[in-house]
């Protein structure tokens, strides 16, 4: 079951989090014994400590790391994505080998945004000249 939250029929505050509060709810449903936490409209310092704390309380285990990006710029054609500068006043992009390097693996990425085909052509490029194959799930909105 999906629970639908129609973000223009409240405030844009209210809506921010309504809708992390919903996928929250999702995946606790999915998954009771994992930890979860939100971090809404977060800056590239946030993500990277909430990815390095995740990581480091995960051990072995798979991490998961979803990208709501709707209301923000289409990713970049290598795979950025868009987070906050500390004053909240403009829009930053995260290259995707960054956020690889913090969360490292076992990773499961859910990129729910608009062309998120790029970030995992980014993806597969920044890993395939390696040949290495990597314990990483990718799901995400493409052709």
Known sequence: MILVADPFSMAPQKALESIGKTLSVQYERWQPRARYK?????????????????????KTERVLFHYNGHGVPKPTASGEIWLFNKSYTQYIPLPISDLDSWLKTPSIYVFDCS?????????????????????CILLAACE
């Not at 939100?38 to 995960?58: M, N």
């Not at 085909?117 to 290495?132: R, W």
């Open 38 to 58: 939100v971090q809404l409209d977060p800056t590239v310092e946030e993500v990277k400590k909430l990815c390095s704390t995740c990581r480091k309380y995960a």
């Open 115 to 135: 062309a998120a085909g790029m970030i995992v052509n980014a993806f597969t490029e920044l890993h395939d000249p390696s040949g290495s194959t990597r314990d």
